[in-house]
């Protein structure tokens, strides 16, 4: 059972504190990042690190825990500057230790089937639409906008993004903060477009495949329609699941940083657009 230092316990922290120790045993907790965590990386009975702070803070913690002969897992993003991943990325393979980062909904079930369903036909169009309230410490790109980049590459692979434009980046709830933002790209040759919105009171998840057949599948809240079969999936911890398969080393690591790199590298195209 791996051992467990939380640093973070904010309101993601203590939903990971809750499932690093179902699965493992969080033997110690920096609450906050003014906190002093260097003594603690110091100690032997700690194997994973786990940084649930803002994500400017990401790269120091992670880099600090590494050198510390510590594995690591961080919330996404890692960093918004592709850069500073790569930075952590190498770091570990030289310290011979495992950096995973958060990717949460390539473990829900709704997205596996979006996934075994594209194996099979030519995709045309990604459409991605997130609504979810909050939080606003942290910029859109990085609170929503990630999550569907690293799914878009783990479908299509490594591609370069062609004829980026934002279509909207309005009603902002204070000066240089944009709470709503749709653009469009090209992914390779597939067309892609998202929408977002973290100012939304109501939550709802939404991500179209249309293939060249004219047949779609969509994955809607915790349905997936294809065509006109709806699906209802049950409900799951996802969460919990990819918790516990770091904590037991079962994942590709490999797999994991390569998606994470261009998912940011993608992030880092759009923000640049956007300023």
């Known amino acids: 059972?791996?051992?467990?230092?939380?640093?973070?316990?904010?309101?993601?922290?203590?939903?990971?504190?809750?499932k690093c120790n179902t699965y493992g045993n969080v033997v110690a907790i920096c609450k906050t990042r003014a906190d002093d965590y260097h003594s603690l990386l110091a100690r032997s009975d700690i194997d994973l690190v786990v940084i649930a702070t803002p994500t400017a803070t990401h790269v120091s913690i992670a880099k600090d825990a590494l050198c510390s002969g510590k594995d690591v897992f961080v919330e996404k993003p890692s960093s918004a500057n592709p850069e500073e991943v790569k930075e952590v990325f190498v770091l570990a393979e030289q310290q011979n230790k495992n950096v995973y980062v958060d990717d949460v909904f390539l473990w829900r079930k709704e997205y596996q089937r979006i996934k075994e369903r594209a194996l099979s036909e030519r995709i045309a169009r990604i459409r991605f639409t997130f609504q979810k309230y909050g939080t606003f410490d942290d910029t859109i790109l990085n609170t929503h906008v990630y999550h569907d980049l690293y799914m878009l590459a783990d479908l299509l692979g490594d591609k370069n993004i062609t004829d980026l434009k934002t279509l909207s980046a309005d009603d902002p709830l204070e000066k240089?903060?944009?709470d709503k933002l749709s653009f469009?790209?090209?992914?390779?040759d597939i067309a892609v477009e998202g929408n977002y919105d973290r100012a939304s009171r109501e939550r709802h998840k939404e991500m179209t495949l249309s293939f060249e057949s004219s047949n779609t599948i969509t994955w809607r809240d915790n349905t997936v329609i294809e065509n006109d079969s709806v699906a209802i999936i049950p409900p799951h911890d996802a969460l919990g699941e990819m918790i516990k398969a770091v904590l037991e080393d079962r994942v590709d690591y490999a797999r994991n940083n390569a998606l994470a790199l261009q998912a940011t590298t993608l992030l880092h195209e759009i923000e640049l657009l956007n300023h």
Do not use: N, S, T
């Open 176 to 178: 240089g903060r944009v």
């Open 1 to 18: 059972m791996k051992r467990v230092l939380l640093i973070g316990y904010g309101r993601f922290g203590k939903i990971l504190y809750e």
């Open 184 to 188: 469009q790209c090209a992914y390779g």
